[in-house]
């Protein structure tokens, strides 16, 4: 007889979106919420599961915070908590692109827009 075990990293994605202004960029964003934890798994199936780590990430500029743990737990749970800056530890700082070109018109932009202020196609 034999098994099939491991250990790897798992991650899973939470279905949460805060809109905030960034305090890193600047720009509107939203937090979109996830956690990673090590899972011992038995023929492929998690029995264990240790090291929960909760994190936010922008969608502006992609920095990546550590969410209180509480917090994370709540919202694993389920509920909608705000997420405050004072809940949030950065571990990895993101980077915003500068400058946005619509590939039809040639407009340049800081904006943070998804669509073309001039010509109205998507950027």
Known sequence: MFFIFG???RRKDYDFNQMVIC???GSYGSY???MTCM???LFFIPIVK???TYYVQTTCCGTVYELDPAIGKRIAAGEKP???P???TQVRAGQRNRVKRCGSCGFETQEDFEYCPKCGRKL
């Open 23 to 25: 305090g890193r960029c």
């Open 39 to 41: 899972c011992l798994s």
């Open 86 to 88: 004072e809940h949030l």
């Open 7 to 9: 250990i790897n990293e």
């Open 82 to 84: 705000e997420i405050l």
């Open 50 to 52: 240790w090291n929960k």
């Open 32 to 34: 979109r919420v996830f």
